[in-house]
């Protein structure tokens, strides 16, 4: 008869992860949670009547477009750190800062578009609950601009990139999420408007 024998002192081996990479998720999660009670009190006011019909600008569709090429520019800068190529990892991310920026802009454009269909923030919970969707994201996306900017001024003070790999894939997860995040939110003011 074999039996599982457990020798008392054998280690185990535990998990571990970089105490900055888990801060940067349990940031995450707490802004899946805040858009989690936003498109849930969404629905839920939405079902109360009241409610302001209108149609989205399809600007939406470009915005959103912009936000994916991003990722893919951020991506690809990581890959060039990855093999060291710092002249093409800053090549990335100031095409991503550009996206970025024109992902804002577009958004400033959809909201004037919206204005212009008397869709306004104050008056109607419809065109107020949008806004402030919209407008939560962006001051995110903000954030994460800002960190992709000193990951880029970062690059021109250090003579590899191979050194700025850990930071500059916590600031691409997080450009990540926030298109994640954005796409989330398209496809449910799509479902739900």
Sequence with gaps: MVTDINIAGAPKKQLSINPKRFILWLFMVSIVMVFASLTSGFIVRQSEGNWLNYELPSQLLISTIILVLSSVSVQWAVSAAKKKELSKTRF??????????????????????????????????????????????????????????????????????????????????????????WIYLYVFLIIYH
């Design 92 to 181: 990335g991310l100031s095409i991503t800062l550009l996206l970025g920026t024109i992902f804002l802009i577009s958004q400033v454009w959809v909201w004037s578009i919206l204005v212009q269909e008397q869709v306004y923030f104050v008056g109607n919970p419809g065109g107020s609950f949008l806004y402030v969707l919209m407008g939560v994201h962006a001051f995110h996306l903000i954030s994460g601009l800002i960190y992709l900017l000193i990951m880029l001024v970062r690059t021109f003070k250090e003579d590899k990139a191979s050194k700025l790999q850990f930071q500059l894939g916590m600031s691409a997860t997080y450009w990540h999420f926030l298109d994640g995040l």
